[in-house]
């Protein structure tokens, strides 16, 4: 449960996610009048697979990772989300529950929509229902591409494809090297779809093969073109 501290009424925190780019402004009005801010700190977990959706949530600051639970019991990551970004729509949209648990990586401040209320404004609104279709429609185009992946990639592209993936979604630190999130080793092979041992011993050949460092969960990306060509992807 979320035992965070709550702002209700933030000025216009909507501008900050893509979706509403579009909005009409007066709808976005009452959307921002009932937006919540939660803070969740670092490993709470914002809202658990299996349960009912309540709203949609927007990250206005921090790293969340999205993690479905398999039948024997272990972690299978399918989903980064970032600043910007909005989670929790598809169930919400559904009625279903949750396929996901969602976790914040880092100290997180997140912005909650009220489920019915975001219901109501996305029946009025075409601009908005058209943005969340083209989102849709979006994370179905990335799972294809995932399945594609996993079936096709030998584990070492697709081990050097996520870190590239993680460069991606979280970018670099100030020294334009170092991944700006920390991921355990079992986080990272969960991503690539290896087992842990296959991703520890591979990152240990990428160092050894001068494209990263390592120093606990910090790593640092020090030939990204070579990174690249490894996972068969091109600059």
Not at 118 to 142: A, W, Y
Not at 183 to 208: D, H, M, P, V
Request: net charge negative.
């Amino acid at each position: 449960m979320d035992t965070s501290a709550h702002h209700p009424g933030n000025p216009q925190p909507h501008r900050l996610f893509a979706i509403f780019a579009k909005a009409d402004e007066q709808y976005m009005e009452e959307l921002n009048a009932a937006m919540e801010c939660h803070l969740y700190k670092k490993g709470q977990v914002i809202f658990h697979e299996g349960a009912y959706s309540f709203g949609m949530y927007g990250i206005n600051a921090g790293k969340i990772k999205l993690s479905h639970s398999g039948d024997d019991g272990r972690e299978q990551i399918i989903r980064l989300v970032k600043e910007g970004d909005i989670m929790g729509f598809k169930a919400l949209l559904s009625g279903e529950r949750y396929t996901a648990t969602a976790t914040a990586l880092d100290d997180t401040e997140i912005f909650f929509i009220p489920k019915d209320l975001f219901i109501s404004v996305l029946q009025k609104d075409p601009n908005l229902s058209m943005e969340m279709m083209r989102m849709l429609s979006g994370e179905l185009r990335k799972a294809e591409v995932k399945i594609t992946q996993l079936a096709q990639k030998p584990v070492r592209e697709r081990l050097a494809e996520t870190l590239i993936f993680i460069k991606e979604t979280y970018g670099l630190e100030a020294d334009g090297q170092t991944l700006n999130v920390r991921l355990s080793r079992e986080e990272i092979a969960n991503l690539a779809g290896t087992a842990t041992e296959s991703a520890i011993r591979l990152l240990s050949e990428f160092k050894k093969d001068g494209m990263l460092e390592l120093e606990g969960k910090k790593i640092r990306l020090l030939d990204i073109p070579h990174i690249l060509k490894t996972a068969n992807l091109h600059d």
